[in-house]
């Protein structure tokens, strides 16, 4: 069964940090760009962050530049989120993804995830 499980996640008060974890079951993650999605109450799915395969390209979208890292550790099956600086508005469910070539070959599970909740 291919999956990927995300954890770490949690209650953090703003500026705070918390680091991700996205780990694939059922299928090995060297091949794949991965990203980190999130979706928050009320709103659609947006995507947050990508790495390559490799590691050597990262994106982020503008409103998490220079507050979140994301990297991969190939030989742990495992793709990290370092958010650094929380905002209550990066409260949401985050996810991850893998891609290849630009298309999604493995999706999120819409519902499972990991909440991140910033808030005072």
């Known amino acids: 069964q291919l999956q990927f499980v995300e954890s770490g996640g949690g209650l953090v008060q703003p500026g705070g940090s918390l680091r991700l974890s996205c780990a694939a079951s059922?299928?090995?993650?060297?091949?794949?760009?991965i990203g980190w999605l999130r979706q928050a109450p009320g709103k659609e799915h947006e995507g947050v962050s990508c790495?390559?395969?490799?590691?050597?390209?990262?994106y982020y979208r503008d409103s998490v530049k220079g507050r979140f890292t994301i990297s991969r550790d190939n030989a742990k099956n495992t793709v990290y989120l370092q958010m650094n600086s929380l905002k209550p508005e990066d409260t949401a469910v985050y996810y991850c993804?893998?891609?290849?070539?630009?298309?999604?070959?493995?999706?999120?599970?819409w519902g499972q995830g990991t909440q991140v909740t910033v808030s005072s």
């Open positions: 790495i390559s395969s490799s590691g050597g390209s990262t």
């Open positions: 993804a893998a891609f290849l070539g630009g298309v999604v070959v493995k999706g999120p599970t």
């Open positions: 059922g299928f090995t993650l060297d091949s794949y760009a």
